[in-house]
C-alpha cells in the first residue's frame, strides 16, 4: 500500500511544502521572501513573520497539485534544524498542529540529512538514477562545508567540514565587498562565465585531514582589493569579471582537492554534491571534469532540489517513517548544526 508524506520546509527564508508518494514527488511548492534583498541579508524576525504569511497557502498549494487529501496524509515530516529559530518554530507548529489534526505521526528531519537525500527523490515517468552505499557527498551551502560519508539512508558521517566560514558565505562576502546584489553567489557565478579564472591569485588554506577554512580567503581577497583600490579606485568596475572568476575558481579548487583526497583515501568512486552552493556551474563543472580524471560516478542534483525545498524534506520523512522513527510533539527546533 502506497504512502503519501507531505513535507514541510522553513529553516530560513524559503516556505515550501511537498507531497511525495513513497518515494516519488507529486508536489513541491515554493515561496520566497523578496524582502532580504534590501537588507543585503536574511532578517530572522521578517523571515518568520512571512514564513507566518505563507505556510498555509503553500501547503494548500501542494496538497491541490498533488491531488492527495489531506486526510489521505500518512505523516507530516518536518524541518527541526538546524536554521534560523523563529523561521523553525512556524514550520515546527504547523507540523504538529496538521498531525494532530488528522491523527498521524510526526517525523522530524536535519536539514543537512535531507539535502543528501535529495538524491533519492523519483519523478514520475524519469531515469530516476541515484546513488549506490557508501558515497561520498559534498555538502555546500551559506553556512555549511562539509564532505559526508554516507552509509546508509539513516546513516552519515561527517568526515570533514570547515572550521570556520562556509564557501557560501565566502561566496556572498566577497560578491558585497565588490558592491554585487544579494545573495552574492550566483551573481559571481555570473559573471565569472565571462573572466578569466587565473587572472588573480588568492590564499589557499592548508588545513589537515578533510576540514575546511576560508576565513583567510576572504581575507586575503579584501586586502586584495584594497591595496589595488589605492592604485586605481576604479579597480573593482573594471576586472569584476576576473576578479569574480578568480574567485570562484579558487573555491572550487579548494573544495575539490579535499574531496579528491578524501575519495582516494577511503577508496569511494561515487560521489555526489548537495546543498544550495551546489547549483554553481563552476562547481559543477569541476566535479564532472575531475570525475572523468578519477573515473568516478556522479551524482549532481536538479536546481530545483538545491535550494530549500520540502521535496528533500519529504524523501528524507519517507525513509524515516518506513523504519518507524516518529517524534513526540514536545520537540524543540534546533538552530545549530547537529548532524
Known sequence: MSVYILGIESSCDDTSAAVFKDETILSNRVANQDVHKDFGGVVPELASRA???NIIPVVDK??????????????????????????????????????????????DVNHLHAHVLAHFIKEPDQDNKHPEFPFLCLLVSGGNSQIVLVKDYMNMEVIGQTIDDAA???FDKCAKVMGLPYPGGPWVDKLAKEGDPHAFQFAKPKIKNYDYSFS???TSFLYFLRDRIKEDPNFIEA????????????????????????????????????????????????????????NWITFIPKFA????????????GYYKYRAGDFVNHDAAPFSRVVF
Do not use: W
Open 239 to 294: 576586472h569584476k569579471k576576473d576578479l569574480c572568476a578568480s574567485l570562484q575558481h579558487t573555491i572550487v579548487e579548494i573544495l575539490l582537492n579535499k574531496l579528491e583526497k578524501a575519495a582516494d583515501d577511503l577508496n569511494i568512486s561515487q560521489v555526489a554534491l548537495a546543498g544550495g552552493v551546489s547549483a554553481n556551474s563552476g562547481l559543477r563543472i569541476g566535479l564532472e571534469k575531475l570525475a572523468v580524471r578519477k
Open 51 to 53: 514564513h507566518q504569511q
Open 216 to 218: 583567510g580567503l576572504k
Open 62 to 107: 501542494a496538497l491541490k497539485e498533488s491531488g492527495v487529501k489531506a486526510c489521505d496524509i500518512a505523516a507530516v515530516a518536518f524541518t527541526r534544524g538546524p536554521g534560523l529559530m523563529g523561521s523553525l518554530l512556524v514550520g515546527t507548529s504547523f507540523a504538529k498542529g496538521f498531525a494532530l489534526a488528522h491523527d498521524i505521526p510526526l517525523v
Open 305 to 316: 532540489y538545491t535550494t530549500d525545498n520540502a521535496a528533500m524534506v519529504a524523501i528524507s
Open 168 to 170: 557560501g558565505e565566502a
